[in-house]
């Protein structure tokens, strides 16, 4: 009979930082958890100064001559690795490569609706791969693939580059096209923040040109006892005499 395989645990990584007991060389240059200086140690003493200080022993430069060890709290430096590590990968573009297969006799809607699709692949800001399949005596034809693709290329130039120009390998022909910089951006992304800094100058403009215009004098009544000879001069003569 066929012996059984047998299935061994997964096994966990293992740090790549030696700690406490598992530093077996018998001197470590020893760094104090505040980054001073201590001296050659021996392990067992350095360990000892570490444990009195209720602190770990990790080896950092296993590589040196001797190696060297620092006080520290290995479990917050390990969470604070971690960290460290899970945001340089939140940061980390991943770059996505779609693909699209074309015939060079594709009819016109069909030919639509494959642009569009690379459309929303480059507004993703994704890479598209797009491929001709020639078939039969297609493939003694290949400028029509190489005009179609040049064609989609010129479509979508606003938004796609290409990074590869057409190559024929084999029955296909290949073409890569790469998201520029006005990818995934909606129309008026790029015109709101100047047509906001405009209205902010002219509202500015607006308001210094009031400040500098002085206001309307208003009309004076007269004070009591004051003559006024056009009023006067327009009264009838009938109200003249009476007075």
């Not at 590589?63 to 006080?71: L, N």
């Not at 479509?155 to 190559?167: F, M, N, R, T, W």
């Not at 100058?201 to 004076?220: N, T």
């Amino acid at each position: 009979m066929r012996p059984r395989r047998s299935v061994e645990p997964p096994v966990r990584p293992t740090s790549q930082n030696r700690i406490n007991d598992q530093i077996r060389v018998p001197r470590v240059r020893l760094v104090d958890e505040d980054g001073s200086q201590i001296g050659i140690k021996a392990s067992a003493e350095a360990l000892e100064y570490a444990y009195s200080k209720g602190l770990d022993l990790v080896e950092i430069a296993a590589q040196a001559d001797p190696p060297v060890a620092k006080v520290m709290d290995y479990g917050k430096y390990r969470y604070e690795q971690e960290q460290k590590a899970k945001q340089a990968r939140k940061h980390q573009s991943q770059i996505h490569v779609k693909e699209i297969k074309l015939r060079p006799k594709i009819q016109i809607h069909d030919y639509n609706t494959k642009k569009g699709h690379v459309e929303r692949f480059l507004n993703q800001r994704a890479k598209v791969k797009v491929t001709i399949m020639f078939r039969g005596r297609e493939t003694s034809h290949p400028e029509r693939g190489r005009d179609l693709l040049m064609r989609l290329a010129e479509d979508v130039k606003e938004i796609g580059a290409v990074e590869q120009p057409p190559l024929l390998d084999g029955r296909n022909m290949v073409m890569v096209l790469g998201p520029t910089k006005n990818a995934g951006q909606k129309p008026g992304d790029t015109n709101d923040a100047e047509a906001e800094d405009t209205q902010r100058s002219e509202e500015a403009v607006q308001g210094e040109r009031g400040r500098e215009d002085p206001a309307p004098p208003r009309d004076e009544e007269p004070h009591a006892g004051e003559e006024v000879p056009e009023a006067e001069a327009e009264l009838p003569q009938g109200r003249a005499a009476s007075a």
